[in-house]
């Protein structure tokens, strides 16, 4: 037998699979951006509903397309974007990073994706502050009388006027209570979309696809719709009280208790699901959409 080893054949190598590279960060409040701008005729018609006290939405629509033309169904829109490319941008990007920090994956349970939404909502809560003050009251002022307009040219000159004229604090007008429904959007939302999604793929149901991403959606814009609920309750009768003591969130609860009971905190549920539904389904399809371009360009799909 020859004293030099016979050499066993070595296992063949198996070429490791690249590691994804992330998507960029600003695919979310892109895809926000996107969906706002096809729902911002009714997210429009929304503010000027509660500001000016017509009762019906077509009706609604009909007046400010008599008065403005087709055009003003999109008065405010740049600071819809704004708001988005700043509160959406960051919210989705907080998401991400949070879950990198947690390392959560598409099968960490979904008190693990819901903490990861807490700390996203926080932060874009306050970053997306000013967007969210331009906003309302871009949208908001035709609904007045003139003389009570701010009649800003675009969110900017909003943006600047308002620091130059009331102070940067202005800026952070209804902060709190912002950051607080920003968290539950957020820990509802993004969290219960990520948790539906891998859920269904475990299924022999559905793939990666359109399908999927619609189901998943769905399910989260009523998730989202359900927690928020009691927050946008309170909110609003808390705004609208008057008289001794109705400024007290507790005595807001007490007597909504007594008069309506438990469920007043779902009151109006539908109207605020039919609102936000289109919207989460709009925001998924399109960033689902917008990550199938990317991997596109990078050869990966």
């Given at each position: 037998?020859?004293?030099?080893a016979?050499?066993s054949?070595?296992?063949?190598?198996?070429a490791?699979?690249?590691?994804?590279q992330?998507y960029?960060f600003?695919?979310g409040?892109?895809?926000?951006?996107?969906?706002?701008?096809?729902?911002h005729?009714?997210d429009?018609?929304k503010v000027?509903?509660?500001?000016?006290g017509?009762?019906?939405m077509i009706e609604?629509?009909k007046?400010?397309?008599r008065?403005a033309g087709?055009?003003?169904?999109?008065?405010g829109?740049?600071?819809?974007?704004?708001r988005q490319?700043?509160?959406?941008?960051?919210?989705f990007?907080?998401?991400?990073?949070s879950?990198k920090?947690?390392?959560?994956?598409?099968?960490?349970?979904?008190?693990v994706?819901?903490?990861?939404g807490?700390?996203a909502?926080?932060?874009?809560?306050?970053v997306?502050n000013?967007?969210?003050v331009v906003m309302?009251r871009l949208?908001?002022?035709f609904?007045?009388?003139?003389e009570k307009?701010?009649?800003?040219?675009?969110?900017f000159?909003?943006l600047?006027r308002?620091?130059r004229e009331e102070g940067?604090?202005?800026?952070?007008?209804?902060?709190?209570p912002?950051?607080?429904?920003s968290?539950?959007?957020?820990s509802?939302?993004?969290a219960?979309?990520?948790f539906?999604k891998?859920?269904?793929?475990?299924?022999?149901y559905f793939d990666?696809?359109?399908?999927?991403?619609?189901?998943?959606s769905f399910?989260?814009?009523t998730?989202a719709t359900?927690v928020?609920?009691?927050?946008?309750v309170?909110?609003?009768?808390?705004?609208?009280?008057?008289?001794?003591?109705s400024?007290?969130t507790?005595g807001?609860?007490?007597?909504?208790?007594a008069?309506d009971?438990p469920?007043?905190m779902?009151k109006?549920?539908?109207?605020?699901w039919?609102?936000?539904q289109p919207?989460?389904?709009l925001i998924?399809?399109?960033?689902?959409?917008?990550?199938n371009?990317?991997?596109?360009?990078?050869g990966?799909?």
């Open positions: 037998m020859s004293a030099q016979v050499a054949p070595s296992p063949p190598l198996v490791s699979k690249p590691k994804k992330p960029p600003y695919l409040g892109l895809a926000a951006t996107i969906a706002a701008s096809i729902t005729p009714l429009l018609t000027r509903l509660q500001a000016s017509d009762k019906r609604s629509i007046k400010t397309v008065t087709v055009r003003g169904l999109f008065d829109i740049t600071g819809t974007w704004m490319m700043s509160y959406s941008l960051c919210r990007w907080a998401y991400d990073e879950k920090l947690l390392g959560a994956t598409p099968q960490s349970p979904a008190w994706l819901a903490t990861a807490v700390m909502g926080s932060i874009a809560g306050v997306g000013p967007g969210e309302v949208q908001g002022d609904a007045k009388p003139p307009r701010f009649n800003y040219k675009h969110c000159d909003a600047f308002m620091v940067p604090s202005s800026l952070v007008r209804g902060v709190g912002n950051v607080f429904r968290i539950l959007m957020n509802s939302q993004l219960s979309y990520d539906f891998a859920e269904l793929l475990k299924t022999k990666d696809n359109i399908a999927c991403h619609f189901t998943a399910a989260a814009g998730v359900t928020c609920s009691p927050a946008d309170l909110k609003s009768r808390i705004m609208n009280a008057s008289g001794p003591g400024s007290s507790i807001v609860i007490r007597s909504s208790l008069a009971g469920m007043f779902f109006g549920w539908l109207p605020a039919s609102r936000l919207t989460t389904i998924f399809l399109t960033l689902e959409q917008l990550k371009v990317v991997d596109w360009k990078r990966s799909l």
